[in-house]
């Protein structure tokens, strides 16, 4: 889509505003597109029917990265005089223990400020740039802060969803290791059923992490494209072996989100193989970029314009994506993290 395909109009009414579980559904009762990536061809079905799409040696890979609510809400105080009562702060990506690189919702925030948000947690401004972000230097670190984070935060939600919904929402069910500002949604339709179905049949699970960074800054005048948004993440070198092993026995390697996609395809030696890493990756794939490891991609559906849709390219020629999204829309796909799936395969 971007330059490289037309760009669709999406419905308003196609943005899932709540949870399946409070539409009435499982969470792994969403709508599922599967769509051949050579030849466009789709076809319609359950995503708890996703089993029967994969073969036995297939390896699929999650992202165990588990959700924070990254929203604060505190006072903004320069100099000992309060400018604001109740600032936002939206938390972007650790950068260690005690710093998070941060959203601020207030404009002037200056280096030297502080954020009280009670008498518990504290934070300096420690720098302003890149715009729009700032690095905090929070009183509390390591697991303190993180359960502080956890007791006092509020999900991050965009400005489709018109209900409070609590954090319990926003988690996958093997999410472990927090760090996620916004949900690694493509896992958010698996249900611990579902893993033990592909199991049964064959199919292998690997985990890998990847911490996400926020993708919409409040202000449509600014965008952060993948260049310019480091995430952490970590492959293990089990699964670093997994993929391995699928490949040399012919099997599929299939990522269940972008976040994967990017973390598998930063995790390769010197000889496009597979390998155990951790650190930082600003990857930015798209269709000029032929993937090393990725076979297959388990999805939601994603918005006009999105770099989510750059990346989708590098698996499957536009067009076929664009006709397969236009009769997603034709069918009622619901769009966004609540939404419904697609896999490219």
Do not use: C
């Not at 999406?10 to 030849?39: F, K, Q, S």
């Not at 061809?41 to 036995?56: G, V």
């Not at 230097?137 to 956890?150: A, E, K, N, P, V």
């Not at 490949?247 to 930063?266: P, S, Y």
């Amino acid at each position: 889509m971007n330059a490289k395909m037309a760009v669709f109009d999406l419905p308003g009414e196609l943005n899932a505003t709540m949870p399946p579980e409070r539409r009435g559904i499982r969470r792994d009762h969403v709508n599922l597109m599967v769509l051949d990536r050579h030849t466009g061809k789709t076809t319609h079905t359950r995503f708890y029917h996703l089993d029967q799409y994969l073969r036995a040696g297939d390896l699929l890979v999650l992202n165990a990265s588990r959700t924070i609510p990254a929203v604060l809400y505190g006072k903004w105080i320069r100099n000992g005089t309060v400018l604001g009562d109740r600032a936002q702060i939206r938390l972007s990506r650790r950068v260690n223990e005690q710093t998070w690189d941060a959203l601020a919702v207030a404009a002037g925030v200056q280096s030297g400020d502080t954020f009280e948000f009670n008498p518990e947690l504290e934070a300096a401004v420690t720098e302003v740039t890149p715009i729009p972000f700032v690095k905090l230097r929070f009183s509390l670190q390591g697991s303190r802060l993180i359960d502080y984070i956890y007791a006092h935060g509020e999900p991050v939600r965009y400005e489709y969803i018109t209900h409070p919904w609590e954090l319990d929402y926003y988690q996958t069910v093997y999410a472990s290791v927090p760090g996620s500002v916004e949900m690694p949604s493509a896992g958010r339709a698996f249900s611990w059923e579902l893993i033990f179905k592909l199991q049964r049949k064959g199919i292998r699970i690997g985990f890998i992490q990847l911490h996400t960074g926020l993708s919409y800054l409040l202000d449509d005048s600014l965008h952060l494209s993948p260049s310019d948004n480091f995430e952490q993440y970590e492959v293990p070198s089990e699964t670093a072996d997994a993929i391995r092993e699928t490949k040399q026995a012919g099997g599929r390697v299939v990522a269940v989100g972008t976040t994967v996609v990017r973390a598998l395809e930063t995790a390769v030696d010197e000889h496009g193989d597979p390998a155990a890493q951790s650190g930082w990756t600003n990857l930015q794939i798209d269709s000029s970029v032929a993937l090393r490891i990725v076979d297959g991609l388990v999805t939601g559906f994603h918005e006009p314009e999105a770099s989510h849709l750059d990346l989708l390219s590098a698996l499957i020629q536009p067009n076929l994506l664009y006709s397969a999204y236009q009769e997603a829309i034709d069918r009622g796909y619901l769009w966004h993290e609540f939404g419904d799936m697609n896999l490219i395969l």
